[in-house]
């Protein structure tokens, strides 16, 4: 059979199979390799939501799905090009996903009828499922890794577990990907502590790639070519890794020391455990018993000086409200990070949402006014951290900033930045003698001052009680109203120091598509496609949602309608409504616990066209 390497603008390629099976391993790897190579890529790793779920069912299927372009990759991608389903349950929880044209790789040894009924199958899954056209490749695997390790001296647990690194290697014969950053992996992963198990995987990823070269797994193979983009030096980084980062660097610029106490909680554990790794960078993390003791030893952080930050989710930021309102009174710097899982209550953990918006918007007792931000991809939360920590010093609030879990968990090429490119950041650090007068505000922006214990001259109280600019407690009516529309006023200049809204496409029209959060890159997708088509209509999206840029109005005034795309039931729609209640605003909603498809963006946003 003649072989052809065919040339590919993207593929997708989702890794399934039991949570032991090392599915997330295996596509993160998948993933870095292209990263290194040079391809522009999105991921999206897909947990279960059930702890342990029983070995073999649908429920317990794991998966991660990684798209990789010659351009800038914006979404994870609709449907796959490639499935590797390692028993039946990954194969029937994903074919659903498959393209028409599709290649199908399974583990024949866990197609047994034992693994087939714990899959829900009768007959032939194939046929089941209505996928009997597509490309499938039915490979022992099983049996393949244990011949290639039969004199590696493992036993056959681990044996087994090598599976992913043999269907790793079939899955870089099939898209041309070389091989070098698996082995430099392995060698990093087991030089120090199990340096016998270097050789074997080695070799199992190197029989996976042969394997497949040898029984021409496909017809053709595929190249998808590097992307260019702008020099300089780049890395596959997730959000919750980008996320700690940009707060590590937001604690350099402002000489704070950087504190974080945190409760774990899926799927915003990832940035309390980057943060504890950077005890060298100055950074100090406590794992607290409870989301209350998080944010508390967070503010008592804040009091003492330091850049203090407490991360979470829906459930936790629930929890967290009693002492948000006291870091809203005491008027400290805080910033609280909120990973959005589906909900309510304990929902589902694994699966992103953006349902929390209400919550942080209005989600506490009395006039409780904070800022709050959201990041639009997993290199864009850097940025927002950053920013975030920012506004915290500088105006002495609390700001929440929402991230996914799609974004948290996700990852794409990120650009290291020169901090020389990144603006200073100036806490308002009391000065001179005292006495102090704790809640005494600067004119611009109704920021009070920072004073520190053990500050000469600097004592004062704060606390849950209202007070006046003295900081005497104070039940008197009139001082109340006062600080309760100074706390808000001061939130509402937030807006002067951020940047307009910015609109891609014409300045006015019939329809601007709207979006916030992690719908960035699907809605973007879905208006390069309609334009494609002909279709006119532009785009904006909001990082900043309290307060809303300054322009936001005379922005959305210039539309006849205004699509709001958001994956809840329309909170961030009603929040724009009750701002702006003359606008004709609609909502294109997914409560799914799942990304939209850019496919079903464009057949909503034709509808309304």
């Known amino acids: 059979m003649q072989h052809k390497v065919i040339d590919r603008d993207d593929v997708v390629i989702r890794f399934a199979g039991d949570s032991g099976d090392g599915m997330q391993l295996t596509g993160s790897l998948f993933a870095n390799m292209s990263a290194i190579y040079g391809n522009g890529l999105s991921t999206f790793p897909d947990y279960p939501a059930e702890i342990r779920a029983p070995k073999g069912t649908v429920a317990g299927v794991s998966g991660f799905q990684v798209h990789i372009a010659n351009r800038k990759v914006n979404t994870p991608g609709d449907y796959c090009d490639m499935l590797v389903a390692m028993n039946p349950a990954a194969l029937k929880a994903n074919a659903k996903w498959l393209k028409r044209t599709a290649l199908v790789l399974v ?190 030893s967070a503010i008592g952080a804040s009091f003492a000086g330091d850049l203090a930050v407490t991360t979470t989710s829906g459930p936790g930021l629930s929890l967290k409200s009693e002492a948000l309102g006291l870091a809203v009174m005491t008027e400290l710097p805080l910033v609280v990070v909120d990973v959005q899982r589906a909900g309510p209550c304990t929902g589902m953990p694994t699966k992103t949402e953006q349902s929390d918006l209400n919550e942080v918007l209005y989600g506490r007792n009395g006039e ?50 020169s901090m020389a490119d990144y603006p200073a950041i100036t806490p308002r650090i009391a000065e001179g003698e005292g006495p102090f007068r704790p809640y005494e505000r600067d004119a611009a922006t109704m920021a009070r001052r920072w004073a520190f214990p053990g500050m000469k001259g600097m004592e004062h109280r704060v606390g849950g009680l209202e007070k006046n600019h003295a900081g005497v407690l104070s039940n008197d009516p009139a001082n109340h109203e006062l600080m309760v529309r100074e706390r808000a006023r001061k939130v509402a200049l937030v807006a002067d120091s951020l940047p307009d809204l910015a609109v891609d496409g014409p300045e006015s029209g019939d329809v601007l598509v709207v979006g916030w959060g992690g719908t960035y890159g699907h809605i973007l997708s879905a208006v390069e496609e309609l334009r494609q088509d002909g279709k006119t209509l532009s785009r904006a999206h909001f990082d900043y949602i309290c307060p809303l840029p300054k322009n936001t109005e005379a922005v959305l005034s210039r539309f006849r309608k205004i699509i709001v795309c958001e994956l809840n039931s329309g909170q961030f729609a009603s929040y724009l409504k009750g701002q702006m209640p003359h606008l004709d605003i609609v909502s294109c909603n997914k409560v799914q616990g799942q990304t939209f498809l850019v496919r079903d963006l464009v057949e909503a946003i034709s509808k309304e066209l």
């Open 368 to 417: 409780s006014p904070l800022v709050v931000m959201a990041a639009h991809s997993p290199a864009d939360c850097f940025d927002r951290a950053f920013e975030a920590a920012k506004v915290a010093l500088e105006h002495m609030v609390p700001v929440i900033l929402l991230s996914e879990g799609f974004l948290g968990n996700g990852s794409e090429p990120w650009r290291v930045p």
């Open 107 to 296: 583990n024949q040894d866990a197609f047994d009828d034992n693994g087939l009924k714990k899959a829900g199958f009768t007959g032939n899954p194939f046929e089941e499922l209505g996928i009997e056209d597509r490309t499938i490749l039915v490979v022992p695997i099983t049996k393949l890794t244990e011949n290639s390790l039969a004199d590696s001296g493992l036993d056959i647990a681990s044996v087994h577990k090598c599976k992913n690194m043999f269907t790793l290697g079939m899955a870089c014969f099939i898209y041309n990907r070389p091989l070098e950053y698996i082995y430099n992996y392995i060698e990093g992963k087991f030089s120090k502590k199990h340096p016998e198990m270097i050789a074997p995987n080695k070799k199992v990823v190197t029989d996976g790639f042969n394997y497949a070269a040898n029984i021409q797994a496909e017809a053709n193979t595929y190249h998808v070519a590097p992307a260019h983009p702008e020099k300089g030096i780049y890395r596959n980084i997730t959000g919750n890794q980008a996320l700690a980062w940009g707060l590590i660097a937001a604690s350099e610029k402002a000489g704070r020391p950087l504190f974080c106490g945190s409760y774990p909680i899926t799927p915003a554990t990832g940035i309390l455990e980057e943060l504890a790794l950077h005890k060298n960078l100055g950074v100090k993390t406590m794992q607290t018993e409870d989301e209350i003791a998080g944010i508390c």
